[in-house]
């Protein structure tokens, strides 16, 4: 038995609006409960949040405590830091150090016949005077030095041969 | 009629206006919520973050003086004779004096000056002549290295004749003051390098001057000499 609707068509309720009404009544509703859950969700989470900061504050206060008691370690710690920072640098400038250092290599490479008779080191350059019996020993000499790869540059600065002295050979290192 | 599809009209307007009012406050909602809400929670992460930040920095500091008390006070006595406080300069003339009569050479002058004073570090210029065999100086230069307070070569000539070798020796030493404040507990300590342990250690083999520090002893009842 199909329904009677008595009244006239003109009369029927507006179908969009009722739509609209619709389509709005279940938006709100999706919304209202992602609404609800994203609060819940923030709330939680700043809880979270909240308890980690205070028992990361908690651990601070603690080791702050504890690092207050090893005050005199610290102080210790800064002294010797402070000290073995000044050593470095005053180690690393000192060139002179690093050219007696490589003379020291020299040396160790000499021929028995040769003998050193003259240093003069500073922070420019460093002046040795050797006198060596043989030519062959200059040759060692030299061989030493160019092995070594210690220098920048080699000057050989004079030149002299005494018969029965030997070779006296004045280089200039840098 | 037409009164009744003005109320039927109003009907539906009002089944609409309800839930668009409703619409309006949760759309008002979400804005205050993520605005609000969302901004806390960042700067909950970020206090966070750098409370995680601090912890860490205290924690590494606090294992740090653990690890290093047991051999921090050795390393103080060693570092503070190596770079000493006040101007080394009797200290100076007290281990060259020795070195050079370990070595047996003849001292033949020794003269102390040129203070440099920069804001931070001084150093101490002495230049002295000695006279003996190569070797001899060589091990000289060696040893001065190997002695507190820290001495390092400004300028060596050394000239030989007849197997006797005279050399004017510059050095330079050094002293400042010792840092008189501690970082802040909050600030993040530096740990010691493996260049740095090397330099301790080199500084706890230098020789250490042959004086002794007498400790400070309260005063003793003087005896009565008639009893």
Known sequence: MNAINLLPQSLASNSQLANLARGLRKINLVATIVLIAGLLGLTALMGVNSALIKASEAK??????????LQSVEQQYTLVGDRVSKVKTVLA????????ANLEKVIVGLSPDAYINQVDISTERMDIVVSFSDSKSITNFMGNITGLNLFKKVVMSSFS???GVGYLIAYELY | MERFKRLNFLYGSQAVFLPFVFFVVLVFLYIIVFRVGVSKVIAQRKTLAEAKKSENVLTEKESILNESKSVLASYVTAASMAYPEKNPSLIVISQIKSLVASQALALESFKIGGMQSESVNSALSVS????????????????????APIMTLDGVELSDSGGISLADISIKSYWASFPDKIPSITQPIKKFTKEDLDVLLSLSKLTSPGFSNLSPQSPSGRKDPFK
Do not use: C, M
Not at chain 1, 60 to 69: G, M, N, P, T, V
Not at chain 1, 93 to 100: L, P
């Open chain 1, 60 to 69: 601070q206060d603690r080791l702050k405590l504890s690092i207050k008691a």
């Open chain 1, 93 to 100: 400038k000192s060139e002179v150090d690093q050219k007696y």
């Open chain 1, 161 to 163: 041969f005494k018969p």
């Open chain 2, 128 to 147: 002295f002549k000695v006279s003996g065999t190569l070797g001899q100086i060589t091990s000289l230069l060696k040893a001065i290295r190997n002695v």
